[in-house]
């Protein structure tokens, strides 16, 4: 067993005002503002992002736009357009810096906007009817490229009139998968693709589509963005990502990227079409020979290595920068001058920014503790947004060996606010494997504090060095908890070999690996009281809590499980992605092979379910269904197994709203304070 530096991450720590210091809660979180979108002028002068902040009232969030003058030393971001009750989001600037686009909910539909960046009236660029999900300005600045919501085929934005059959009732049909995904049905309607002119005088009309009747999604849902578009240098073709939506949609992971004129003159042309899996996220360089983009090998499977491919434009041929990087791209930019291009990949914890040659494919580590969330080239350097287990995103900058930070957003809302310690461990699992996880620890704690052991979803992800607004570890530190997570066999940051090791092995490895990890933290950290302890988990740690009912039954004084797995033949049948169940059980369908499903099925355990627990579920969830919550409820009843039922109305697989999320964390915190004893102390 190793021991780790504290990963307290000094960098990105808040300083404390000078008042009586607390803990963090819920409430505090919810207040908190959330910065994201950073967009840098050409010459480095001006960074712009959104800014969303809480409206408990109304239990949604507000976005406004604001700036920070980098050529000003000292300067202090101010708002640049905060219209009450309007939402302004997806800042993008024009080529000369001087005007910042915007998109804006003003009137119900959203519609590209416009304001200059030293401060003024917006105006209105587009007309268009329907609403939009985002759009994208060409390099060249003569052109936007809108993604909507419309029917396959149709020849612009424009909104057909529809006849309502008088005959008709409100009853769904449907001829082929997908009936519903994610957190909504399938209406008919795809993610499209259209380009309409930019002058002086707006962007009016309804433009041109550029699909050609194209069948798919363009971003992807359901969590696609504009990092799967992009424009040519020349603002003449445009590239962008798209999985056929036909009746295999839902056993396909195969984005591919494709090629469109934007005058609409041609159909697009297919570039990846030899990969039957993943293609996605294209970076066109500044000088408009090279595409770059990520590529998985693998169809099917949607946690596959993300390798660093570049194109050439001109004669097609196409080389894999990164096939000798154990490590999965996240996210693609060019520098300004086109010599190196920069990236995002997970690596034991931290998912810090790297560079990497396009010429060698060699890859330099430019960051190192945090999460990065954004990164934006400038002349000047990189923008970047970060944030940590201990700190929400702020903006820094990175021009030479040391980062400076940019703004500290939520300094005053901080202030006084204890933040937990967290101290990273390593110890030996499943395989013989090194395993990693962190402890952390109350602020100011004495003596030990019982355990919360959260399990992360996925189940190919990370328990990183990140700030959540859904699971905060720093959260349950505030509220008297020593929380301890562990990345399990399946775990994303540690190579490609390490994360698909729960393919098929749900239960096994995985849960080696949590046996093992609580042992190393009890044993590492005194102050842990390890005969307190309670464990947590969703989606896949959602399965997790429901095997370790019948699995582990004695070690735990109670379980929370949210949107968790309890039968693996009804899940196989109800979820919506059906690639994502069938190729995890081994890549066949329940009835071809339903040993594979029942090997790590909780439902088959439930005669030893007596651990107490806690059930969450939302209505709107599709990719595992509220049924699956329901049916864990109803067997811990059956049992006479102290439970709690929480179904939230709509909702999706997370749990989004301000309002919602302070009764979630009341209901979890409540119930481990009332089975660690917190409750009566």
């Not at 067993?1 to 720590?13: D, F, Q, R």
């Not at 589509?209 to 003449?236: N, T």
């Not at 400038?378 to 923008?383: D, F, N, V």
């Amino acid at each position: 067993m190793k021991k780790l530096l504290a990963a307290g991450t000094a960098l990105l720590a808040v300083t404390a005002a000078p008042v009586a210091a607390r803990q963090l809660t819920i409430d505090d979180v919810i207040a908190l503002s959330r910065v994201s979108a950073p967009a840098v002028s050409d010459d480095g002068r001006w960074l712009v992002w959104q800014q969303r902040e809480t409206d408990l009232d109304a239990d949604t969030g507000r976005f406004d736009l604001w700036r920070l003058d980098l050529g000003t030393r000292g300067g202090k971001p101010e708002k640049l357009v905060a219209e009450v009750d309007v939402n302004e989001t997806a800042p993008q600037f024009s080529r000369d810096g001087k005007t910042v686009y915007f998109q804006s909910d003003k009137g119900g539909d959203d519609a590209v906007w416009s304001v200059p960046v030293t401060g003024g009236a917006p105006s209105r660029l587009t007309d268009f009817k329907g609403g939009m999900g985002g759009f994208l300005v060409a390099p060249t600045g003569d052109k936007l490229l809108i993604y909507a919501d419309r029917r396959v085929g149709a020849p612009s934005l424009e909104v057909p009139m529809v006849k309502k059959d008088s005959r008709a009732g409100n009853g769904r049909t449907f001829d082929q998968l997908f009936v519903r995904h994610w957190a909504s049905w399938y209406e008919g309607l795809r993610s499209q693709l259209f380009v309409l002119p930019l002058t002086a005088a707006g962007a009016k009309g309804n433009g041109v589509a550029i699909e050609h009747g194209l069948a798919g999604d363009a971003p992807s849902k359901p969590f696609g963005d504009g990092s799967e578009i992009a424009w040519g240098a020349d603002g003449k073709t445009v590239y962008f990502a798209l999985r056929k939506g036909d009746a295999k949609e839902p056993l396909s992971t195969n984005l591919d990227i494709y090629a469109a004129p934007a005058d609409g003159s041609g159909a697009p042309v297919n570039l990846t079409e030899g990969n039957p899996a993943t293609d996605t996220i294209p970076a066109v360089s500044p000088d408009g020979k090279w595409l770059a983009y990520a590529a998985m090998k693998r169809a099917g499977y949607e946690a596959d290595r993300q390798v660093l491919m570049l194109r050439d434009l001109a004669t097609g041929q196409v080389r894999a920068l990164t096939e000798g990087w154990d490590r999965s791209i996240e996210s693609i930019a060019w520098t300004r001058d086109g010599k190196k291009l920069i990236v995002t990949a997970e690596d034991i914890q931290e998912n810090p920014i790297w560079s990497v040659d396009p010429a060698t494919g060699k890859v330099t580590r430019l960051t190192g503790q945090g999460n990065v969330s954004a990164v934006v080239p400038t002349a000047k350097g990189l923008i970047y947004a970060m944030n940590s287990l201990t700190a929400p995103d702020d903006f820094w900058m990175l021009a030479g060996k040391k980062p400076v930070r940019l703004t500290n957003v939520n300094a005053q809302k901080l202030a006084g606010i204890d933040m937990p310690s967290v101290t990273r461990f390593s110890f030996t699992g499943a395989n013989n494997d090194k395993v990693w996880g962190y402890a952390v620890k109350p602020a100011d704690a004495t003596g030990k504090v019982p355990l919360a052991y959260m399990v992360h979803g996925g189940p190919q992800g990370s328990s990183n060095n990140s700030w959540s607004y859904r699971w905060n570890p720093a959260v349950f530190a505030g509220a008297g908890y020593g929380l301890v997570a562990v990345d399990f066999h399946g775990s994303t940051g540690y190579g490609q070999a390490f994360t698909d090791a729960i393919r098929n092995n749900w239960g096994g490895w995985p849960l080696e690996d949590l046996k093992a990890g609580l042992k190393a933290a009890t044993e590492t950290f005194g102050w842990l009281d390890g005969d307190n302890a309670c464990a947590l988990g969703a989606s896949y740690g959602g399965y997790m809590m429901n095997w370790i009912e019948g699995n582990w039954p004695d070690r735990f004084k109670c379980i929370v499980q949210h949107d968790g797995v309890f039968d693996a033949r009804a899940m196989a049948y109800e979820t919506e992605e059906l690639w994502f169940d069938e190729w995890e059980h081994g890549g066949h369908p329940y009835y071809e092979d339903p040993q594979a499903f029942e090997k790590w099925n909780p439902v088959n355990h439930v005669t030893a379910w007596k651990t107490p627990q806690l059930v969450i579920t939302s209505e709107g969830d599709y990719r595992i269904p509220y049924t699956q919550g329901i049916a864990a409820f109803t067997a811990l009843q059956r049992r006479d197994v102290p439970s709690r039922l929480v179904v939230f109305p709509g909702g999706s697989h997370w749990v989004q709203k301000p309002k919602e999320s302070r009764q979630w964390y009341h209901e979890v915190l409540g119930w481990l304070d009332r089975w660690t004893g917190k409750a009566t102390q």
